[in-house]
């Protein structure tokens, strides 16, 4: 009877394992803990449900994936990165905020596994790394399409800009809005720019945008700062238009938050969880239902970043069995060829350098809520 119990055991075991050799191991870094965790967690929790969802189906292609926090710090990143090989990643969700991204990028380079980031943007990411790729806009791209957004709807014609000088995200944006904007016909009376240690005290900013008579505020910055000077503005009387980036989506899951204060406020974001296509609807319900809030484009994006995956996996007949560097060469191949629709874009292409093409939609913070404006 021993025997035979011990029979039973091993082969359950040897088929347990035969179904988890079967999936591909998919990691990423992510701040799941600290101030920038609601973009670590809403680009985790999208991409567990399309784990989920493909899983569910009837498909040669399975995924085990593997999250590990990085804090939103480079060297913890590597870290992060470094558990993940050891635990034997084959395909990368790289890391979500731009600055990890950078350093575990060059790792993904070195070692020869494919990234696709969800959110990390910054232009650096991918320079120089022929299977490093980007999910998001890269940062000068949504400096320019910010102007040509403000300057096509005649939102305003005096502009102030205030951005982080010591964030390569905030920089990146800033440099291409303040070349291109001129361009377009915006004037910008006023530029000001704070950093880690001023960032609580936004008055001198707020004063210099009213007293030259800025009609909007460009804001390329992520949320927290964002939501200080709205509170900031208020009490001194100043209420131009507000437009932000992605990076200012969350803001409305953020702890303690007066939604009030982001009334009006409009964004671009490849993500609008109001659409009314099916795909989206069944992905907002989902979010909703496991999470109880709207998911932002931080979770859309790690949603999308799993099904083009498995897009790619499977139009690559790519096997489980395959090493990193045999599933790297494939994966290069399919996304500079290939066309994907998710739920922050149709007909998405990638170039040869990483950089995603998809059109930005302009959002607008109503009644506590994003709603769409195109």
């Excluded at 494939?330 to 998809?358: C, D, R, Y």
Aim: charged share 20%.
């Amino acid at each position: 009877m021993t025997k035979k119990i011990l029979t039973c055991t091993l082969l359950i075991l040897a088929m347990a394992s035969s179904a988890f050799g079967a999936a591909f191991k998919l990691g990423g870094t992510a701040p799941l803990t600290g101030g920038a965790a609601i973009y670590g967690m809403a680009a985790m929790r999208g991409a567990q449900i399309a784990v989920d969802e493909i899983n569910a189906m009837n498909i040669d292609v399975k995924f085990e994936l593997n999250y590990q926090d990085d804090t939103h710090d480079a060297e913890k990143a590597v870290n992060a990165y470094n558990a993940l090989k050891d635990w034997g990643m084959q395909i990368s969700l790289g890391s979500v905020t731009s600055k990890p991204c950078e350093a575990t990028a060059a790792e993904n380079f070195a070692d020869r596994i494919f990234a696709l980031t969800p959110s990390a943007s910054a232009r650096a990411v991918t320079e120089g790394k022929d299977n490093v790729f980007q999910m998001c806009f890269v940062d000068p791209n949504q400096g320019s399409a910010s102007a040509q957004y403000i300057a096509n709807k005649n939102l305003a014609k005096k502009v102030a800009v205030i951005w982080k000088n010591d964030d390569v995200y905030s920089k990146g944006i800033r440099d291409t809005f303040i070349e291109t904007a001129p361009k377009l016909g915006l004037e910008i009376v006023s530029e000001t720019t704070f950093a880690d240690g001023n960032d609580n005290d936004f008055s001198v900013q707020l004063t210099d945008a009213q007293k030259n008579g800025a009609e909007l505020v460009f804001l390329p910055m992520y949320y927290q700062p964002a939501s200080l000077i709205f509170a900031q503005a208020k009490s001194m009387g100043y209420a131009p238009k507000w437009f932000g980036v992605d990076g200012m989506d969350g803001i409305l899951t953020m702890e303690g938050f007066d939604k009030s204060l982001a009334e009006g406020v409009i964004l671009l974001t490849p993500f609008n969880a109001d659409a009314n296509d099916e795909m989206t609807k069944k992905f907002v319900a989902e979010y909703q239902k496991r999470h109880g809030e709207i998911p932002n484009q931080f979770a859309a994006d790690g949603y999308d970043c799993v099904y083009a995956y498995c897009q790619a996996l499977t139009q690559a007949k790519a096997k489980a069995d395959m090493d990193a560097e045999e599933i790297c060469k494939l994966m290069i191949e399919q996304f500079t060829t290939m066309k994907f629709n998710g739920v922050t874009g149709s007909n998405v292409t990638w170039a040869k350098n990483g950089e995603v093409s998809k059109d930005p939609k302009g959002m607008i913070i109503k009644n506590g809520a994003y709603v769409g404006l195109d």
